[in-house]
C-alpha cells in the first residue's frame, strides 16, 4: 500500500511562525504523524511566506506563477523546506504577506483567498496531488469552498477529501455579502455557500462543503451544538453533525521539556525538584516580587481577553490576595484587562506582578517557577498552556469547558491533575484557589499531587493515533 498523502493547510505552524494554540498545534501535528507513521503517510504543510517566517534565507525556490483571483492574476511563488523529515511549502506574495503582523489588516479576506486559492493552484507544479487536504480554521476555509466550486472539474482533484479543524469557532471570517464576487469569486449559487445571516461567513461554507469537521476536543465538539459556545454557528454545525469529531490536541513534550528547556534558570524533572524550586525563587526575583519559596505562585499565561474570564477574576481576586499568595500574569489583549492588572500590580505590589507581553522565553520561566496555573476559561476550545503546566510540575486550576474539562480533573476526587470549577462566579473561583492552597499547604498532599500532574501523557502520542484513524476511515469512504 502507498502512504497516504495528506497536506496541512495552516495560516501560522511552529517553528516558523506561531501567535497562537494553531501555530502549536500546525507545529507538533504533522511532525508526530510522521514519526508515528512514516511509511504510511506522508503529511506536508502549507504556509504563507511572512514576513517573519523564520530562517526565510535558507529556503530552496520551487518555483512560480499566476494565481487566479476574481479579475486579478497574482503572483504566486512557492518556496519549501524540509525540517523534521516534513516538507513545508511557503507561499509567496509580497504584496499580501510581506508585512509585519500575520493577522489584523484590511484586507485579510483577500490575503487568506489568495492563500487558500493557491494551495489548490499549485498541487500540480509541486508534484503532490494529496488524497486529502486539512484546512483549520477561517483562513484556509475556503480550500474546501474552491475545491467543491472552482477544481471539481480539474484532473486529480475530484477525489481529494478535506477535513476543516475548528482551532476556536468565534473566529468565522465574517466579511459584507457585497465583496463575495469581487474579492472571493464565489457568485450565485456558489455565493449561498458562503452565506449566512447576511453576511460572508468563510467558515460557515467550510463546515458545509468539508467532508469533516473535526475539533480540538470531544467536549467542545458537544459544546458547539449550543449556540452559547457556538457564536451563531450552531445551526450549520448541527446539520452537519454526522461529520463532526472531537480530538484533544497534545503539546510538543520535545519541545516542552523541564529537563533540557534553555529558557528555565535550572533544568529539572520528576526526581529533581529542589530545581523547581531555583527556578520559583528566580522568578521571584526577576518579577519583582519577595522572595519565599514557602508562598505559593499562582502563573496566568495568556491573551487577556473575555472569553479566557477574567472577569471572574476581577470580580473576587482581592478576597483571594488576602491569603499568602502572588500571582504573575504574563499576555496582551484587551485594553481594559491590560490596564486592570497593571493596576492591581501597583495597589498589590508585593503580591502581584503584571507584564503586558507576549514572549515565550518568559511564558516558560512562569510554566516552570509557578506552582500553579490559572485558567478559568468561559470557553475553552483545547487549551494548551494547562498541558505545558502538567509538564513542568505546575498544578492547573481551570474551569471546567472544553478540552481544560477533558484534561484536567478535580483531585478532590481521587485521581485527579488539578483544581475544578464549573460555575461562572467569582466566588466559585475564588474558593477553588482558596482551596487549591490549602492543599498546597499539606505538604505530603502536594508533593503527591505535583508528581500525578507531571506523570500524566499530554504528548502527542495518543491523539496522533486518532488522527490517522480519521484519515484513514475517509479515505475508506472514498473507496465504497
Ligand atoms: C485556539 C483555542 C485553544 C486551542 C488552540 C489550538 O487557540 O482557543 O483552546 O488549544 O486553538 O487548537
Known amino acids: 500500500m502507498s502512504a497516504m498523502k495528506v497536506l496541512y493547510a495552516a495560516s501560522e505552524a511552529a517553528p516558523f511562525i506561531a501567535t ?3 501555530g502549536e498545534v500546525a507545529g507538533s501535528l504533522p511532525k508526530t504523524l510522521a ?6 503517510i506522508d503529511i506536508r504543510v502549507i504556509l504563507p511566506l511572512y514576513q517573519g517566517i523564520y530562517d526565510r534565507n535558507n529556503f530552496e525556490f520551487i518555483g512560480k506563477t499566476s494565481v487566479p483571483l476574481a479579475w486579478r492574476q497574482q503572483y504566486c511563488g512557492v518556496f519549501k523546506k524540509r525540517l523534521d523529515n516534513i516538507t ?8 499580501y504577506f510581506n508585512r509585519s503582523d500575520c493577522y489584523g489588516h484590511f484586507d485579510d479576506g483577500e490575503r487568506f483567498a489568495f492563500f487558500s486559492k493557491s494551495i489548490l493552484h499549485i498541487l500540480n507544479m509541486i508534484d503532490f496531488m494529496p488524497d486529502i487536504i486539512h484546512a483549520n480554521d477561517w483562513q484556509t476555509s475556503l480550500v474546501p469552498i474552491y475545491l467543491k466550486t472552482k477544481y471539481s472539474n480539474s484532473k486529480g482533484y475530484s477525489s481529494i477529501k478535506t477535513i476543516i479543524t475548528i482551532h476556536n469557532i468565534e473566529y468565522q471570517g465574517i466579511y459584507d455579502l457585497t465583496i463575495a464576487e469581487d474579492i472571493f469569486d464565489l457568485h450565485g449559487k456558489e455565493k449561498s455557500i458562503i452565506e449566512y445571516n447576511g453576511s460572508i461567513n468563510l467558515l460557515k461554507g467550510a463546515l458545509e462543503t468539508s467532508d469533516i469537521i473535526s475539533t480540538v476536543s470531544e467536549s467542545y465538539s458537544n459544546e458547539i451544538l449550543d449556540d452559547y459556545y457556538a457564536h451563531g454557528l450552531a445551526l450549520i454545525i448541527k446539520r452537519n453533525s454526522l461529520k463532526l469529531r472531537g480530538i484533544l490536541n497534545g503539546i510538543d513534550t520535545d519541545f516542552y521539556n523541564p529537563e533540557n528547556d534553555n529558557a528555565l534558570f535550572e533544568n529539572y524533572s520528576k526526581d529533581n ?9 528566580d522568578l521571584q526575583s526577576l518579577a519583582g516580587l519577595p522572595q519565599d519559596e514557602n508562598i505559593p505562585v499562582v502563573g496566568i499565561i495568556s491573551r487577556l481577553v473575555k472569553h479566557k474570564g477574567f472577569d471572574l477574576i476581577i470580580n473576587d481576586i482581592e478576597e483571594v490576595l488576602k491569603e499568602k499568595v502572588q500571582f504573575i500574569i504574563l499576555g496582551k489583549g484587551d485594553h481594559g484587562y491590560e490596564l486592570y492588572f497593571k ?15 507576549f514572549n515565550s522565553d518568559l511564558a516558560r520561566k512562569i510554566y516552570a517557577g509557578s506552582d500553579f496555573l490559572l485558567m478559568p476559561s468561559i470557553s475553552e476550545p483545547c487549551g494548551i498552556a494547562q498541558m505545558i503546566a502538567s509538564r513542568y510540575g505546575t498544578v492547573p486550576i481551570v474551569r471546567e469547558t472544553g478540552g481544560l474539562k477533558d484534561s484536567i480533573h478535580d483531585c478532590s476526587l481521587g485521581s485527579g491533575n488539578g483544581f475544578t470549577f464549573y460555575e461562572q462566579k467569582p466566588k466559585v473561583l475564588a474558593n ?3 482551596r487549591a492552597l490549602k492543599v498546597y499547604n499539606n505538604k505530603e498532599d502536594w508533593e503527591k499531587l505535583v508528581e500525578t500532574v507531571m506523570s500524566i501523557d499530554f504528548s502527542w502520542n495518543k ?9 484513514q476511515s475517509l ?4 473507496e465504497k
Open 343 to 357: 493596576s492591581l500590580q501597583n495597589r498589590y505590589h508585593e503580591k502581584v506582578a503584571a507584564r503586558i507581553d
Open 20 to 22: 497562537g494554540g494553531l
Open 463 to 471: 491523539s496522533a493515533e486518532k488522527y490517522y484513524d480519521m484519515f
Open 88 to 95: 513545508y511549502y511557503f507561499i509567496d506574495n509580497e504584496y
Open 273 to 281: 525538584l529542589k530545581n523547581k524550586t531555583i527556578n520559583k525563587l
Open 432 to 434: 477553588t484557589i482558596k
Open 475 to 478: 479515505l475508506n469512504q472514498g
Open 35 to 40: 514519526e508515528k507513521y512514516k511509511n504510511k
